[in-house]
């Protein structure tokens, strides 16, 4: 193989491990669906603690998404470093 | 009081309507005239300023992401000093950048108030701080000029070199726009082949302000800061048996003194000892997921802005700005809010069950 090859074949295979590390955001995203379908639930039922609720929800949506976010970061790596 | 409503300038949608379309087809034709550059995407900060070398510590760089720390530090002091020369004069009723600023912290203390009680006025500083800086560091990365305003320089190994033309100049002052990227193979052997004529060589590029969470330097030292803190605030409320909580042998040394031990007398000791190391290993991992959490976001964000910016120049980064806007409030909020939550938990004596 040659060495143009040889890069192509690593640049393709960066990408590739890329995309695998953004596998995990499936969790997150199953995570930060079932919060908002448990806080639309509690507003439905309470509307009144709305705002408390919405506070709280994005909090816990920010821990979820963080988990997307540590994907992300090691998808990065692998491509920009 | 009628007065007053009457002279208050109203969004007059009408005329607005007509510059917002306005402003639109200046920036097609602005994006026609200077296509956008696809930016150099780039992890470490880039230095700024040569090395001044210290015995002992080595190269010092001033970064680019060091810049938006001391411009958010200078505008952070600015703004305490402009309500602090009100609140002297003994002002009961604030108005303009002094009322909202006593919004945000009487919002801020009353949740740290809920969450931490007692302790509230020794959590609550920390707390203010670490949302305001992050705050304004996060949205540093929505006004523009951030990470596109720099200066060119001969290009470095691995970073791509890029045609520049030259707007204006005043004086000595240089003012040139990049059109684009020229390949970095012509870069390295440009001096052997074709002596570069029109094109001009090819620089590279350095912004002077880079946003301060896109250095995982900094969201590190805020998260080791952090956590050092929580620790010392453990120490403080409970005593030196704040170290239980990491080193529990207690029911093991209870159990030396025993003339009789069965072998299930030992699961409770052990598993005592194998929590403290397991809260040993959630502090590691509190800095780890404070660091990586605001870095990655805003990181994430702006090469968001980056990458939108390019492909899309008109309209659509508007929607991603608002975006990153949101985006930045929340971070700022989930790092203090956490910061309080850790520092409440750390108070609480932990063998009180």
Known sequence: ?81 | MESTEQTRPRWRWGTYRWLIILVIVANVFAVKAFSPVKPHIQLPAEAVAGPVTLPLIGDLYLTNTMIATLIADLLLILIAFSVWRVTRGGAMILSGVPQIFEMIVEAIYNLTESTARKWADTVFPWVATIILMVLLINWSELIPGVDSIGMLHEPHHGTPAYETQELFAIGDFHVTTITGEIETEVVSDSDSHDSEEDIGEGLGFTPYVRVASTDLNFTLALALTSVIVIQILGFRAVGITYLKKYLNFGRLGKLLFREKISPFDLIFPFTDIYVGLLELIAEIAKIISFSFRLFGNIFAGSVLLFIIGTLVPVVIQSGIVFLELFVGLVQAMVFGMLVMVFMTMATIAHDGH
């Open chain 1, 1 to 81: 193989m040659d060495a143009e090859a040889a890069a192509a074949l690593r640049d393709g295979l960066k990408f590739l491990a890329a995309g695998l590390a953004m596998i995990g955001t499936f969790g997150p995203g199953l995570g930060i669906g079932i919060l908002a379908y448990g806080a639309m639930q509690g507003i439905a039922r309470n509307p009144d603690t709305a705002g408390t609720i919405q506070l709280n929800m994005i909090l816990a949506i920010a821990f979820a998404e963080a988990v997307a976010i540590y994907a992300l970061v090691v998808a990065m790596l692998i491509l920009f470093v």
